[in-house]
């Protein structure tokens, strides 16, 4: 069974640019999350997906952030413009809504 | 506001020694409880999860839980160093998204 499939792995931006991360979860998974990993920390929820709807977003910076999950499968997770404390891994993951999630390898984003 | 305590660690122990972690949560509607390994510059893997009070063994893993007193363990017997790693405990309640603690740093010294 194919994992929770994620690109870019490292990203490189200025401060004030935009970037774009993309997740593809394992196949049949209804539920989607983006987490925010800052270093040193567990990983913190940005938003929760149940097929195409919203969950929870409500620790969603969203003046900056934003994300969508087009047909329920796929989803984007957008910064626009970054910060420096943006500088995290992002991490997709996916499961049944009831139980464990499972992770995908993760975007490394620096913010110089 | 969830929440779920880890010690940082590290937590140094020998090659076969039993290593214990400790997770303490707020919430005392949590159902589910998980445990996550995470090696440096990787993302989590689930290894365990337990839904009941007691125990729960799957190899060299034991999860421990007592929702009277909102804790979890992992014990892990015949530690390794390919154990070292920082391990995440996960905690759930109906279909919400799991809420993380901070992860405790697991040495096993050869």
């Known amino acids: 069974e194919a994992g929770v499939a994620q690109s870019p792995r490292y990203k490189i931006i200025e401060k004030r640019q935009s970037v774009a991360f993309w997740c593809n979860p394992i196949s049949g998974h209804a539920t989607l999350y983006w987490y925010q990993q800052i270093l040193g920390q567990g990983p913190k929820l940005l938003i929760q997906?149940?097929?195409?709807?919203?969950?929870?977003d409500s620790q969603l910076p969203k003046d900056r952030f934003s994300a969508e999950r087009l047909k329920g499968v796929d989803s984007t997770l957008k910064i626009q413009p970054a910060k420096l404390e943006d500088s995290a891994v992002y991490l997709c993951?996916?499961?049944?809504?009831?139980?464990?999630?499972?992770f995908g390898q993760g975007t490394r984003l620096t913010v110089v | 506001q969830k929440e779920v305590e880890q010690n940082s660690g590290p937590l140094s122990v020998p090659e076969g020694a039993i290593a214990s972690l400790n997770c303490t949560y707020s919430d005392r509607g949590s159902q589910s409880f998980f445990w996550y390994r995470q090696y440096s510059g990787k993302s989590p893997e689930l290894i365990m999860s337990i839904y009941s009070n007691g125990d729960k063994e799957d190899g060299r893993f034991t999860a421990q839980l007592n929702k009277a007193s909102q804790y979890v363990s992992l014990l892990i017997r015949d530690s390794q160093p390919s154990d070292s790693a920082t391990y995440l405990c996960?905690?759930?309640?109906?279909?919400?998204?799991?809420?993380f603690g901070s992860g405790t740093r697991l040495q096993v010294q050869p």
């Open positions: 996960a905690v759930g309640e109906g279909r919400r998204a799991l809420t």
């Open positions: 993951a996916s499961g049944t809504g009831i139980s464990e999630a499972f």
């Open positions: 997906f149940q097929n195409n709807g919203v969950v929870d």
